[in-house]
């Protein structure tokens, strides 16, 4: 029964709530211990909520789960969990999630009430997506990166530290292409086998797909161009070098493009990050260079 319900959290999708992190990251803060627990503490209480909707997620699914080729063994939809069972799952996740917020001896300046106002909203957004949202088009895919902001938003409240516009929107823009080439690949299904992922595929297709992953693409590419060379940015980090990490992220954009439109294989981005080697090496080679420019240079 255990391996079922913990499959029905999908904890291998707890590395989106990393995104808490970046804002200390990008501060230069990410040695203090204090400040870095405290931003932990935030990623978990994202990884149990996060996990609570996805129980909700399946079962509003379930029926539609069953038909699916890639989906059907769901829990739920196999039959593994019962609604009940998950809807209860579902309850101790998201209060679990309120009551660490609560308790954790957060620093001066941290006001519990707006970080629990943050969880809350990510909460009521994605419950009205689950009920409603995913299946209409375009909004489906803003709600996605709506999450992503509020995870970074979370982040900087916790700790304090200051969040930049350029994070905000690199992070909307990357969470965009990521949830429009997971969408291509339902596209992609749809036209070959006839299977619905949701109800709003039917208002997408492969010609607007590309042009709008492409469009998104060349964006994020051009914000982050923009963010290393931003006087605001070098004055900021006392370093004009930032602009070098832009080889990484380059190269792990037009990677995510080749997976997503060569391939047909972004439908699970996080399963992207964990097992291909090139985004493994871009995003480490990012990391590493970011890290050395703002923590040694």
Partial sequence: MMKPIIKLLRPQQW?????????????????NMQLLLAAMTMAFAFCLVSSGIYCLNDI????SDGLHPK?????IACGAVSKRIAL?????CIFSSIFVIYIFPWQTGVDVCHVLVIVLLYLLINIAYCIRLKHIAIIDVFIIAVGFVLRIISGAMVTCV?????MVLMTFLLALLLAFSKRRDDVVMFEKNHVKA??????YNLPFMNLVIGVIASITMVCYIMYTVSPEVINRFHSSSLYVTSVFVLAGIIRYLQITIV?????????????DRFVQATVLGWIITFAMIIYVG
């Fill in 162 to 166: 200051f969040l930049s516009h350029w």
């Fill in 263 to 275: 391939d047909v294989k972004s439908g699970n981005p996080t399963k992207v990050l964990l097992k």
């Fill in 71 to 75: 989906k059907k063994s769901r829990p």
């Fill in 88 to 92: 209860l799952l579902m309850a101790f």
């Fill in 60 to 63: 509003c699914d379930a029926e």
């Fill in 198 to 203: 949701r109800n709003s595929i039917v208002r």
């Fill in 15 to 31: 590395i989106k709530n990393s995104f808490v992190l970046l804002p200390l990251f990008f501060n230069g803060s990410l040695f």
